[in-house]
């Protein structure tokens, strides 16, 4: 079976400083994707970087890069230069591209962000 | 811009009593989804579509039906509401923009409160 973990509840970064919320999975598929969605206190989901399993680098979108370590499985979203604005709940999630398009999510990290 | 609706954005009802959520997407986007978004659980799938009257159950479908019967509109039916299904109702549709992967995209989400 499919599963997403994302160990830490709730994280602080000072502003202007870099953080990473860690992701790990688990899948027997062969081909997959992964995501990284943010959830601000007004509640919409927003996406914010897409990884492939087949991806030679490691995915980046403006300050976000996704630190991709198939062996590990693992898929930890990096932001760097930390803003107010980025404090918000953060949830990893994964999708097999080989069969259905369900997609599995993690229960998220509540990151804070400090002036 | 997904063009996702969802309705009623709030609603408060009594145990026992039906209810139906509609989610609403201008384009013709093949796959939609509904999540429930509770503490500490992330983003659970209720049910999922693949076409007009194509669906497919998913972790925590009890209790829940869905119906298909347009491209741009998915409905979720509580048919006798509990209290265990107070939560936050995600619609969520998954396309591919140019050159990129199917990615998901989400409504804005309806806050419902069984009492």
């Known amino acids: 079976a499919q599963k997403i973990t994302q160990t830490q509840p709730g994280m602080f970064v000072q502003e202007k400083e870099a953080v990473t919320l860690d992701c790990t999975y688990d899948?027997?598929?062969?081909?997959?994707?992964l995501f990284w969605y943010k959830q601000p206190s007004s509640g919409e989901m927003i996406f914010l970087i897409y990884q492939g399993s087949y991806d030679q680098q490691n995915a980046t979108e403006g300050r976000y890069s996704l630190n991709f370590q198939k062996a590990r499985k693992s898929a930890n979203l990096v932001i760097s230069a930390s803003q107010l604005g980025d404090s918000a709940m953060y949830f990893c999630a994964m999708r097999s591209t080989s069969g259905t398009y369900k997609y599995i999510f993690g229960t998220g990290t509540r990151l804070k962000v400090l002036a | 811009d997904a063009g996702i609706t969802q309705s009623p954005r709030h609603k408060v009802t009594e145990t026992g009593t039906p209810v139906t959520l509609r989610c609403h997407q201008t384009e013709n986007h093949r796959y939609m989804y509904w999540y429930r978004q509770d503490p500490g659980h992330g983003l659970r799938l209720i049910h999922y579509s693949y076409g007009v009257k194509d669906t497919d159950k998913g972790e925590v479908s009890d209790g829940y039906s869905v119906s298909r019967s347009k491209t741009e509109d998915f409905l979720l039916t509580l048919e006798s509401a509990t209290s265990s299904q107070t939560s936050v109702y995600f619609c969520?549709?998954?396309?591919?923009?140019?050159?990129?992967?199917?990615?998901?995209?989400f409504g804005p989400g309806t806050r419902l409160t069984v009492l």
């Open positions: 969520a549709i998954s396309y591919s923009t140019s050159g990129g992967t199917d990615t998901q995209y």
């Open positions: 899948t027997s598929d062969p081909s997959y994707g």
